[in-house]
């Protein structure tokens, strides 16, 4: 089981700290992101990254992936397709630079003058373009609630049939759009290459909000059996979302928490 968390939600640490913290709780690896002032960036040095790459190598610590943000879409202003196809370029050269590190796309929103549709087709567009200029770029589209789905995003995948583009799975978001989260794992299992483990609970209106690992009705045992049939080995990766602020104490329970809530899942398998 390759365990993962992402450094959002997280406190605020330096690499160093990170990287420390990871090999202390029994991680493996550990989700980057990508921003201004965040553990790096399109604008990072040659010398910032080499220190960067070997503090999490010193530890033993896999840099799972690297995600970006920026150009993609907040749902009120027109798109730059340009600025969207320039910024996934640069970032698939930064992942280039420090070894073709998987780089995950959160997806943005569409503008009022924009379908889903012709929006994932630009998107695509902008994706391959990267993927021309790295050839040794790869890329993980990311559901999230108010974005793509995850059915939008695997049937663009599938549609694509790119081996360097995949999908990352977050089963928490599908209950947020009225998905079926399992029947997704089965259908889209094949191009699922990491998991995104978070929870969500029901409220009494109908609802869904973001809750502590396992209080929720997120079914994360039989998601990973049903992947796991499809032949995945990635990373199941820690996303604390519901604690951004870095302040929070909760994100630093949550990482020493989510270990051994995996492993338990793991030695309790389900009967046929």
């Known amino acids: ?54 503090s999490y190598a010193d530890k033993g610590i896999e840099i799972a992936s690297l995600l970006g943000y920026t150009e993609r879409g907040n749902g009120k202003d027109p798109i730059n397709w340009d600025k969207v196809e320039t910024d996934l370029v640069d970032h698939a050269r930064l992942a280039h630079r420090m070894g073709d590190i998987p780089f995950r796309i959160t997806v943005g929103y569409t503008d009022p003058e924009t379908t889903w549709d012709t929006y994932l087709e630009n998107l695509a567009k902008a994706t391959a373009t990267a993927r021309k200029e790295v050839p040794t770029s790869t890329f993980m589209y990311q559901n999230h609630a108010g974005s793509a789905t995850a059915t939008q995003l695997g049937n663009l995948v599938e549609k694509m049939a790119d081996p360097g583009v995949t ?93 051994g809530y995996m492993r338990g899942l793991q030695a309790e398998p389900i009967k046929a």
């Open 167 to 259: 999908f990352g799975y977050s089963p928490d978001h599908c209950f947020a759009e009225g998905e079926d989260a399992l029947a997704l794992a089965d259908r889209f299992g094949p191009i699922i290459t990491q998991l995104h483990v978070a929870d969500r609970q029901r409220n009494a209106d109908g609802t869904v909000a973001a809750c502590w690992i396992g209080d929720g009705i997120v079914p994360h045992r039989e998601i990973i059996e049903t992947l796991e049939k499809h032949g995945f080995d990635g990373w199941m990766s820690l996303k604390w979302e519901s604690s951004a602020q870095s302040a929070n104490p909760l994100g630093e329970k949550i990482l020493e928490f989510y270990p």
């Open 1 to 54: 089981m390759k365990l993962s968390f992402w450094t959002l939600g997280m406190p605020a640490w330096s690499n160093a700290e990170f990287a420390a913290k990871a090999a202390e709780l029994g991680y493996g690896g550990i989700d980057l992101r990508c921003v201004k002032n965040g553990n790096l960036s399109i604008e990072s040095t040659p010398e910032e990254l080499a220190e960067l790459q070997k």
